[in-house]
């Protein structure tokens, strides 16, 4: 696989609903290959966030920089961002195997391009002997799993996760944490991962941000935050053990 590592920039990010601010004014800067944690409370606009990084969501104001190259006005198929969401819905009635060449297939990709490409990300996530089973026949684990290799067979330069594991039960979500640190850490893809679990932030991000009712409250590495909380928010979200 070819993964080029990118470095994502937010300037001055405003967006409203109406007369609803969601987020304002967000700086961010994201370096290459480094695993990023978006945390903050439900309703905080962290999917609002990620989705105007896909371009799912259009900004007021701001600007958006991939590699130092201005986003704003490009189209989501043409970002080649991967987004996993919490309800992956994967083909029940397709194999693992077709559920992951699916977007692959769609781009007319060589029989050859496809067999190597899937065979390879099944193996990275540990399901090479699983490529003949439907959706139904796997665990939630494992559909998880599934649904991270659908996403970057495609190859894309971001890796976008909305609160993959929020499906799972806790023992589970421990795991996959784990699992998805290591594969992050393989792929070298710049990846952001949307929580509202401080835990799950502070054991998988190089750095996070805290958000709070559209307003990054602080960034910086997880020790960092909890050390150092620059206001009761960030000592309040980040602090509790829950
Ligand atoms: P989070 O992912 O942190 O839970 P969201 O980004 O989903 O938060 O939502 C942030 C705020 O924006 C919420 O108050 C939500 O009600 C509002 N919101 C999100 N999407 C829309 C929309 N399409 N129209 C109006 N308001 C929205
Ligand atoms: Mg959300």
Do not use: C
């Amino acid at each position: 696989m070819h993964l080029n590592k990118v470095s994502l920039e937010a300037r001055h990010i405003s967006l409203s609903y109406g007369s609803t601010e969601v987020l304002r004014d967000v700086n961010l800067r994201i370096e290459p290959g480094e695993f990023f944690a978006l945390l903050g409370p439900s309703g905080s606009g962290k999917s609002t966030l990620l989705r105007l990084i896909a371009g799912f969501n259009q900004h007021q104001r701001g600007e958006l920089l991939v590699d130092g190259q201005d986003i704003t006005g490009t189209p989501p198929h043409a970002r080649n961002v991967g987004m996993v969401f919490q309800n992956y819905a994967l083909w029940p009635h397709m194999t693992v195997w077709d559920n992951v060449a699916f977007g692959l297939v769609e781009r007319r990709e060589t029989k050859e391009a496809i067999r190597r490409k899937v065979g390879a990300v099944l193996e990275l996530v540990g399901l090479a002997d699983y490529a003949q089973r439907r959706p139904g026949q796997l665990s939630g684990g494992q559909q998880q799993r599934v649904a991270l290799a659908r996403t970057v067979v495609i190859e894309p330069k971001l890796l976008l996760l909305d609160e993959p594991l929020s499906n799972l039960d806790k023992q589970l979500r421990v795991q996959m944490r784990e699992e998805l640190k290591n594969l992050q850490r393989k792929l070298g893809l710049t990846t952001i991962f949307v929580t509202h679990d401080q835990e799950e932030a502070m054991t998988t991000a190089d750095r996070m941000a805290v958000l709070d009712k559209g307003i990054l409250q602080q960034v910086g590495a997880a020790t960092g935050l909890y050390d150092f909380p620059v206001n009761r928010f960030v000592a309040g979200f980040v602090g509790t053990a829950n």
